[in-house]
């Protein structure tokens, strides 16, 4: 069965640091995977997707970049973080038949 | 662009009354139509999903409808538990290659009182 496995569950960190969220999927081949933001008590605003290795599609300008570096692998990432972006950000995968999506656990982003 | 709109914002409701959460989507191309319940500090789970090709879909007591004329849908959980609090999300997409987007509405949040 498929799994989806993202990290940390938690990050506390400074105004300007970098950052670096990842997320993993087991048990398919070349998903669909996406990330999302959703700020506290919101919705879930679409960030990134991707559909292949180094093919990403960017949804909002922002202070964020994605990397898909392997079939299965999914990188979130800023050089240096802003207040604005607090969150829970959100890993989600598709298959290939791109009907159910699954999320991630989650990580809660503290901005200071 | 695409867009969801998703109504009421709040909900709350006595156990054992029904619960009804209306979504309407902009882009006529979507064909499908997934509900997610999102408990607080969790991941938004899939509870039910619908295509276009349905007009009705049920399981137990959650059950989604689907009006393509005029671009709505809705989501009715009847014989409400404390446990249905949470908050939902409707999403709509596209099936077909090359669009991959789900796009969510704003969210329910649904309090059901014992």
């Known amino acids: 069965s498929q799994t989806i496995h993202q990290w940390p569950a938690t990050l506390v960190q400074p105004v300007g640091s970098p950052l670096s969220l990842e997320c993993t999927v087991e048990?398919?081949?070349?998903?669909?995977l996406y990330w999302y933001r959703q700020a506290a008590g919101r919705g879930l605003q679409l960030l990134f997707y991707s559909v292949g290795i180094g093919q990403i599609s960017s949804e909002v300008p922002q202070n964020l970049s994605a990397s898909r570096p392997q079939d299965r692998q999914f990188i979130l990432s800023s050089k240096k973080l802003l207040l604005s972006d607090s969150g829970f950000y959100l890993c989600?995968?598709?298959?290939?038949?791109?009907?159910?999506?699954?999320f991630g656990s989650g990580t809660q982003l503290s901005v200071l | 662009g695409e867009n969801v709109e998703q109504h009421p914002s709040t909900l709350s409701v006595q156990e054992g009354d029904s619960a009804v959460i209306k979504c309407t989507y902009s882009?006529?191309?979507?064909?499908?139509f997934p509900w997610y319940k999102q408990e607080l500090g969790k991941r938004p789970q899939l509870i039910i999903d619908i295509r276009s090709n349905v007009g009705e879909k049920k399981d137990q007591r959650i059950a989604v409808t689907l009006n393509k004329t005029a671009k709505h849908f809705s989501l009715h959980i009847t014989e409400t538990q404390p446990e249905d609090s949470a908050v939902y999300f409707c999403?709509?997409?596209?099936?077909?290659?090359?669009?991959?987007?789900?796009?969510f509405g704003a969210g329910t949040r649904l309090a059901v009182h014992p």
């Open positions: 882009d006529s191309a979507s064909n499908y």
């Open positions: 048990g398919t081949s070349n998903p669909n």
């Open positions: 999403a709509a997409s596209r099936l077909r290659g090359g669009y991959n987007k789900l796009i």
């Open positions: 989600a995968w598709r298959g290939s038949f791109l009907e159910k999506l699954f």
